[in-house]
């Protein structure tokens, strides 16, 4: 298949916001069943395993028009829990058989409580991720809040979710990871190949459709992406942090790559690729997804960072790997974790003398002259300093 | 205000303004006595555990109250703000940052120490994680982390039980005797529960006392007085203890002289309308949005903030025979770890119980872990409980978020809803 026609692919299922191929799947099994879930990690391996399809949900994006969402939320928050809402009040979620709200930060936290009242007749579940990292203290915690998650997913499936079949599902994931790897080093060395609102589409699409289907869509994406004769442009090379929770309007992010900015790292859909190695599929895998999530986990801002030396570590080994020149800080307007701590990233970022430039957006951003011109303008610095 | 309330006013209150400033007078004169410092937050303060080390207890919100009160956060938050911190976050952070840039000035004028300690209790906020990375990232002293996992269910697990323990035994407390030099002492730790103990009873008690029809107490602007104690440094200690005799002893006083809550300017007369409010108060015009109440003849009889420091009022006390555990529960159970139907059960509850007339939401803009789904929770208390609800929008200590005119009318017209209510009722 031609990059065109699976980024076409991608961008209808994108578009899609009445999640009409995760139903199509759900139909063609009497058993089958959909769990949906929230930015930015849940271990999908157990959803899967228990027969079910994991459904991410990244709100309505700049398509859908809020109307009830507001009255469900102060101006001052942002806008990822009102277009979910809208999506829930709207019924376009009802086909799920459950929702999973990890922890990220304390309106997501919330929102599980208000989706407790909305659908008490759903499998609704708050997943906490341990802050300690100790194996026997956070790493003994966690397991148990796996155990307790796939004894919860038995009772839905009415079946149980032995460990030969998480581990199967380990080795699929693996596999995804792997090709998300790819797709993202592929990018960071040839970015004209792969611009970034494909790889975006790409990645999207892995939250909507079956897993099996995403690693074809990704091997298919690649193929084709490699033997793509694309012009190169004198861009400048960035990294994007602070966008793994609410994401950016498709023009935002496409906006920045025109303004002259190759983005080379982002943690758009950091979920895809929260676990960063391989991991065993022959061990006790509950200890084997909690070892991963304590040890080889992504940073991000919704983690605490036990050690002062380490903040900002995972940026800056980023900024090294991809050859970036520089950093952009875009932020959901009113994140939290994003805004609390970039002050601290930006202060490490300049103690390296890595430039770097910041923002806000809303999903439903739609003025993109400011953006342009400031990415624009940063891509001139980086071009003359360098 | 007549001569005899005014002393049943004030030996409570000049006994806990001495306890204030006593703490604050130790807290900058650690150079000469070599006390350790502890900072930590008020939701999952381990007041009783800091104290068995001797250590002082410095709490980064109260000194934001503080400077909200004076009048001091604005400018405080703005350099802040210059300085490169986000116009959307928490203004407690911000404020506590500006202070720092601004010599780190305690009220009482002295320079406050750098922390030996930054206990990161990070109970039912999320701020609060990222609040003393920042400040870590300003002072560098050793920092340790309590993780009270949220009870997303409604209910505290045994995991989580299990987890908060482990993390005071392996980390809290090892951290504490490094910095301190002083071994941990369990006795000395059930002795500070009991006296915890002891004072919750009363602070329950005049709690309790809002169901008096003519409430001898306003549980929101007086509540926050009557909360400080307990939410601060000094649960655990003796002059918590007494502090809260004498403060029933006033209470009760007041019940017997039939006497409505004390306010600035005189006690309370008429009781008009009696209130729940959920969300912490503003607190740089703290005084004109309480006389917005008392001008009104209203009273808040119960209200959510005086929880978010532990919440007793449902049963909880601190256990001298169950002592780590008894720290956990604490941790667990306080309010914004709560779930929303949780809290939204509470809030139902409360007016019920203390026959209000509804419920005022002050959704507070610094404060996702309150603010976020008041909107709903509102919703589900008019509809469970038949009784109106509002909603104000204000700031804890940006001044640049309260508009006065703004909350006055809307108070007003909720006042006027109530009437209407009450008509309706009668006439039918
Ligand atoms: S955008 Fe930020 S504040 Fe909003 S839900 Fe996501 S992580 Fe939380
Ligand atoms: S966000 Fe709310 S609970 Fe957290 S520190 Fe700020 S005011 Fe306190």
Known sequence: MAVKDIIERCTELYRDLEFNAAKRWKAAGSDRKVMGYMPVYVPEEIIHAAGMMPLGIVGGGDQMEVIHGDAYYQSYICRIPRSTIELGVTGKLDFLDG????????????????????????????????????DGIGGEYYVKELEHL?????????????????????????????????IYDFRSEAPWKAPTAEVHLLMRAGLVIPVEEHIRMMQGYLAAAREEDRPVRDCCRVVINGSFCEQPPLNLIKTIEMAGCYVVDD???????????????????????ADAFLHHSADTAAKYCPRKEDVGRFLLQSVKDTKAEGVIFSA????????????????RMSEHGIPHISFKYAENSGQMQPIREQAGTFADTLKLWS | MSKESEVVKESSMLMQKEMIADNYEALTSTAESGRKVASTFVPGNLNELIMCFGMLNNLPEINAIQNGMRKKSGAMIMDAERNGHSEDVCTYVKADIGQMSKGNIAPNGKPMPAPDLLLLSYT???TFMKWFELLRHEHGCETVMLQVPYTGDGVITDNMRSYVIKQLKEEVIPAMERVSGVKFDIDRLRENLRRSAEAEDNLVWVLESAKNVRSPIDAYFGGVYYIGPIFTAFRG??????????????IEQRIEQQLGPVTPEDDMEEERYRLVVEGPPNWTSFRDFWKMFYDEGAVVVASTYTKVGGVYDQGFRHDPDHPLESLAEYCLGCYTNRNLPNRVDML????????????????????????????????????????????????????????????????????QMIEQKRSRIEAA
């Open chain 1, 267 to 289: 943690d758009y859909m950091l979920g895809n690729r929260w676990l960063l190695e391989d991991l065993a599929t022959d061990g006790n895998p509950l200890e084997v997804l």
């Open chain 1, 332 to 347: 959901p307007s009113f994140c939290d974790p994003a805004l609390l701590e970039r002050p601290m990233l930006a202060d």
């Open chain 1, 99 to 134: 929702i999973l709200f990890p922890s990220i930060c304390d309106v997501i936290r919330n929102l599980s409580g208000m989706w407790k009242m909305m659908r008490p007749d759903m499998y609704v579940q708050y997943f906490d991720v341990p802050q300690n990292f100790a």
């Open chain 2, 124 to 126: 039912g906020c999320f």
């Open chain 1, 150 to 182: 796939r004894d919860e997913f038995s009772a839905l499936a009415g079946r149980p979710v032995g460990d030969d079949a998480i581990n199967r599902s380990i080795a699929l994931y693996n596999e995804r990871r792997r090709l998300v790897r790819e």
């Open chain 2, 348 to 415: 139902v509850n409360y007016v019920n119980d203390f026959q209000a007339d509804g419920l005022l939401v002050n959704s507070i803009k610094s404060c996702n872990s309150f603010s976020a789904g008041q909107l709903m929770m509102m919703q589900q208390v008019e509809k469970r409980s038949g009784k109106p609800a509002a909603f104000i929008e204000t700031d804890l200590v940006d001044p640049r978020y309260f508009s006065a005119a703004n909350v006055k009318n809307r108070l007003e017209s909720y006042f």
């Open chain 2, 237 to 250: 200690t003796r002059e918590a203890i007494d502090y809260y005799r004498v403060l029933r002893g006033e």
